[in-house]
């Protein structure tokens, strides 16, 4: 492995670490701690799970994640990408399978880690990011309209559909002391970055609120007397029982919540590169991602990954290493340790304003409608992730966005791969037919771009426009970087063909990978390395010599192009 797997937390005292770096670490790991207990609360509420379960993610991944991360400054986390597909699994397999799941979720990231896939997930479409991204965002704002409002409705499933045929028919159960704590909570976070951004709204909201509820005595759900207690210790460790058939059936849930991990965390080293100037390993982020969600479960929690808020925020506030996360980690078991009896007294509706805001600012509505300028294709990608993310489920809706996307991009590829016949009124540059004599009897067909299975159909259909079957076959091929299977059974039926029409066919200006692929398959030499020549002068020679015409004399800068062809 080398050294392409060595955790930033590693390495971090090469450079000069000095006091102060120290003690700004120190400062910024509190803030965001302080900051991330809310939101750990209010995403394992949202997920379907216990409100403690938020925090043992935020500091069991917290830890783990900064200890293993490829970036100085991750912060790591339960996030609201996952609210969806947790909610989902926890509904159908109980928390049990949310733990096999997530385990399972662990391997593949540090798989994907170890096979240095992380370079490869910045190839997944932006439109489909925005899509299911956007897509959750809605789901995460509509579930929290029972809480926010205080309507009295069953818990229930996060369908939209079903949710919201719910909000309409219960509205009028809306309690106004719990929309007055939801409505406070929303003014406190939109005006308060107006007074200081040194310490986020949200947990002024949390604070106000709660004393309000306390002081007067409000009759509001709060989290106590929806879940109880919260515990002040990390749970023991515990393994889930494990099964063919739960892995099986949760290894869909699994990949989502993989696909998930990565993308998020990437994205928000990314983000976090663009700020501090610093350099993110892509493949050991991967691996510290999955570290943390293969462990987090054991101690009782739910899937985690790198948060960008979080992030931003620990490099405002003055994180420079790891050790800011790490003591993000420690602040947040300190506080659930030490102040974990006054969580209970959190009214929901708060929580359900954060998550809104949280939700409003996930959906990147902005990017969403700039999106519909962009070309179809990727109109439609944007529009299927959304939709099925939205009104089917969000593990479907990667799978068909990963699928579409994929035979999108091959469709434009094999469009951008020209084939066509030459001729001396065509491409005018240095290597054209143009002051060429191509003999009569002989047809010239150019390949422009990959030459692959997309575009195998379409080599075949361009060559059925030979009307009179020609005796030599010249197939230019100096736009060919890359060839594929299919494109080599493509040719291969061309060389039986031209076999049994009498043709002759020869092969010019083939590129190494071509070449290799074509000496691999034995196709070479089906050919035959006479056919084969470094450019189109050499090929029209050997017609003219398969014809019984006299040969043209070669410039010399094409015999040394010949030698070199030779000599690969």
């Not at 879940?227 to 058939?245: D, Q, R, Y």
Request: charged share 15%; hydrophobic share 50%; glycine share 8%.
């Amino acid at each position: 492995m080398g050294f392409s797997f060595i955790p930033k937390s590693f390495c971090m005292f090469r450079k000069l670490y000095s006091r102060q770096n120290f003690l700004n670490d120190i400062m910024a790991g509190i803030i965001v701690g302080i900051v991330a207990l809310p939101l750990a609360i209010a995403f394992a509420i949202a997920s379907g799970v216990k409100p403690e379960q938020g925090i043992y993610t935020a500091v069991v991944a917290g830890f783990l994640i900064s200890l293993f991360s490829g970036s100085r400054v991750q912060i790591g986390g339960p996030t609201g990408a996952f609210i969806i597909v947790v909610f989902g699994i926890v509904q159908e397999f109980g928390y049990q399978g949310l733990m096999v799941a997530t385990i399972m979720a662990g391997v593949l990231l540090v798989l994907m880690g170890l096979t240095k896939l992380g370079a490869a997930i910045r190839f997944i479409p932006y439109p489909m990011t925005v899509g299911f991204t956007s897509g959750i965002a809605l789901i995460i704002f509509t579930t929290q309209i029972k809480d926010f409002f205080g309507l009295n409705i069953p818990d229930g499933s996060a369908d939209f559909i079903d949710g919201s045929i719910a909000y309409v028919h219960n509205f009028s159960t809306m309690d106004f002391n719990t929309m007055a704590m939801g409505g406070a909570t929303l003014v406190i976070m939109t005006l308060w970055p107006r007074v200081t951004r040194k310490i986020p709204g949200s947990v002024i909201a949390i604070i106000a609120t709660t004393l309000v509820v306390a002081l007067f005595d409000l009759p509001v759900d709060t989290i106590g007397s929806r879940f109880g207690n919260i515990p002040t210790m990390l749970p023991k460790p515990s393994f889930p029982h494990v099964t063919i058939e739960m892995i099986r059936e949760l290894s869909a849930p699994a990949f989502t919540i993989a696909i998930l991990a990565a993308i998020e965390s990437l994205l928000s080293a990314v983000v976090a590169d663009g700020i501090t100037g610093e350099r993110h390993n892509s493949n050991m982020e991967l691996v510290a991602q999955g570290i943390a969600n293969i462990i987090v479960p054991i101690f009782g929690g739910i899937p985690a990954t790198g948060a960008i808020a979080r992030t931003a925020t620990n490099i405002k506030s003055g994180g420079t290493t790891p050790v800011a996360g790490i003591v993000h980690a420690i602040t947040l078991l300190l506080i659930m340790i030490c102040f974990g009896k006054l969580a209970t007294r959190i009214p929901m509706a708060t929580l359900a304003a954060i998550l809104m805001v949280v939700a409003y600012h996930m959906s990147e509505w902005r990017y969403f409608l700039k999106l519909f300028k962009s070309p179809k294709n990727d109109i439609f990608i944007l529009l299927i992730t959304f939709f099925l993310t939205v009104f089917v489920d969000l593990t479907v809706a990667i799978e068909a966005g990963v699928v579409l996307s994929a035979i999108l991009f091959m469709d434009r590829m094999a469009k951008a791969t020209i084939i066509r016949k030459s001729t001396v009124h065509m491409n005018p540059d240095n290597h054209s037919l143009k002051d060429r004599m191509v003999p009569e009897g002989v047809e010239v067909f150019e390949i422009h771009g990959p030459f692959f299975f997309g575009a195998a159909n379409r080599f075949k259909d361009t060559l059925q426009i030979v009307g009179k079957k020609p005796r030599v076959l010249i197939i230019r091929c100096r736009h060919i970087l890359f060839i594929d299977a299919t494109a080599l059974h493509a040719l291969e039926e061309l060389v039986e063909k031209t076999h049994k029409d009498g043709t002759t066919l020869l092969l010019s200006g083939v590129h190494a990978q071509p070449l290799i692929t074509l000496e691999t398959s034995g196709l070479y030499y089906k050919i035959g390395e006479d056919n084969l020549h470094g450019n189109i002068d050499a090929a029209l020679n050997r017609a003219r010599l398969l014809l019984g015409l006299p040969e043209v004399p070669l410039p010399s800068p094409f015999i040394a192009t010949v030698e070199r062809e030779k000599t690969i």
